[in-house]
RNA sequence: GGAGGGAUGUCCGAGUGGUUAAAGGAGACGGGCUGUAAACCCGUUGGCUCUGCCUACGCAGGUUCGAAUCCUGCUCCCUCCA
């Protein structure tokens, strides 16, 4: 990785090489500067919505980014919003989001912490972890000190409350609480610089503001683009079904990532902040590095080459892999039939098992089924390896 | 408070009494070519005890030999007026 050396100057331009925006200009350099007159680390804050329950690729851009601020000896404030959550951050919603229980919200934010320490340094001196609960159950009165900060116009001026004001879409005002409360967790840590997405520009300024308001310093703002999903278009996200979860295992990150369209993968190199290899090297290869840095990150040298082998064996010699998950169909009178041992062992509908047999769809012992082999004697499965598609693969046991 | 428009499969969207499991598109899946990329070609795309049966066009009833299509009530959404 790249030093930054010592020249808050440098560190600035270090840390901002690959950030969307860092606001206001020179103020990052300044923090910098500052922290190392004062001979103290710069209290480093991120906000987690802990209505996610697991990492994925997308969030470790900012907690990697952390990560290199905890590396240059400064100190990450990870707040949980477990207060605000309940609340729903409004940022680039249409609508109204549903509200979690505070059950959900306890058992996101325990996942959220121990994911983010795959990233993050737990070292006490260079992390601290803060509920905004802690302080944001406050008495009216400091709700009314908090609220005199904003106007109504300030916070309409925002693109998704001004779209869903034009169109008519209810905005509640607990909604239009949720920067501030956003804001005053600045405050409250006295955070020296704020990271967030970029979706987040609006309420990591407007922290400035409450900043001021309450007689500190203003935070310096560092925003992080938002990183492509798989399908290398939108962002990723659960929902959309396009991410790669940090705890999942090395093959499904080395065969998502080389789904990733080629034009996405410079994006993936800059944001995730791995050296891209030189351009002359094919696309193939530039991406069979991506998916092993990606692996290595998060499961270490070995685990990616073993995963870059596994897909070769399967993908490229088209060979079964080494493991292969069991599942046990039933037999009637010594037959199988097909449709529904798929049905079972994959969880398709057996109408489904039925149509990519018809297809061409199904292999057994690397044999392709034909359409009139929707019946077979017991023997034949039990033990043999039946590939659904190019990538789905199970091992048959049928219990005699 | 008043007037009007709409709700169809994963999504978008046709369809206004009779092969309509429902056009077309997107997506997804399978096959071919590849690098599990892109592009391109072919096919599939509700379920099942599968030459048949069941379920499905916001919900609940009704008319009819027969309804997504007609009628009644209800729910939700949208537009305009006040």
Redesign the pocket.
């Known amino acids: 990785m790249a030093s930054a050396g010592s020249d808050p100057a440098a560190q600035a331009a270090f840390l901002a090489r690959n950030a969307a925006e860092a606001l206001p200009a020179g103020g990052l350099e300044d923090r910098l500067r500052e922290a190392r007159d004062q001979g103290r680390p710069l209290r480093v804050k991120l906000g987690l919505d802990p209505t996610a329950p697991d990492i994925h690729l997308g969030h470790t851009v900012v907690l990697q980014k952390l990560r290199e601020f905890q590396d240059l000896g400064h100190r990450v404030v990870l707040i949980v919003g477990d207060y605000t959550a309940r609340v729903g951050d409004p940022s680039g919603r249409s609508d109204t989001r549903p509200v979690l229980s505070a059950e959900e919200i306890e058992a996101n934010a325990h996942t959220y912490e121990r994911q983010a320490h795959r990233v993050l340094d737990a070292d006490p001196e260079r992390y601290e972890l803060r509920f905004n609960g802690e302080w944001l159950d406050m008495p009216m009165e400091q709700l009314f000190r908090l609220a005199r900060t904003t106007t109504v116009a300030q916070l309409l001026d925002r693109e998704d409350f001004a779209r869903r004001y034009a169109?008519?879409t209810p905005i509640s005002i607990l909604e239009l609480l949720y920067p501030l409360m956003q804001g005053y967790d600045s405050v409250a840590v006295r955070a020296d610089v704020e990271l967030g997405g970029t979706d987040q520009t609006f309420n990591l300024l407007l922290g400035r503001d409450i900043q001021r308001h309450h007689g500190q310093p203003e935070q310096s703002v560092l925003t992080m683009p938002i990183l492509p999903g798989i399908d290398g278009a939108e962002k990723m996200s659960k929902t959309k079904g396009n991410q790669i979860g940090i705890t999942e295992a090395p093959?499904e990150m080395?065969?998502k990532t080389?789904?990733l369209?080629?034009e996405a993968m410079a994006v993936w190199f800059e944001l995730l902040a791995i050296p891209a290899p030189a351009p002359d090297v094919a696309?193939?290869d530039r991406?069979r590095e991506l998916a092993r840095a990606i692996i290595t990150r998060f499961h270490g040298a070995e685990a990616a080459a073993a995963a870059q082998a596994g897909?070769d064996r399967v993908?490229?010699a088209h060979e079964v892999p080494e493991e292969i998950e069991e599942a046990q169909v039933a037999a009637q009178d010594g037959t199988v039939h097909v449709?529904?041992a798929l049905?079972e062992a994959f969880g398709i509908?057996?109408?489904?098992g039925?149509?990519?047999v018809a297809?061409?769809?199904v292999k057994v012992g690397g044999e392709v089924l034909g359409p009139d082999d929707l019946d077979l004697a017991a023997a034949r499965l039990d033990g043999a390896v039946v590939q659904?598609?190019?990538?789905?693969f199970r091992r048959l046991r049928v219990p005699g």
């Not at 509908?349 to 489904?352: G, L």
């Not at 659904?388 to 789905?392: A, F, S, T």
């Open positions: 169109q008519g093959e080395f065969g080389m789904r369209p080629d696309a193939r991406k897909f993908f490229v449709p529904a049905a509908s057996r109408s489904e039925r149509r990519l297809q061409g769809g659904l598609g190019r990538r789905r």
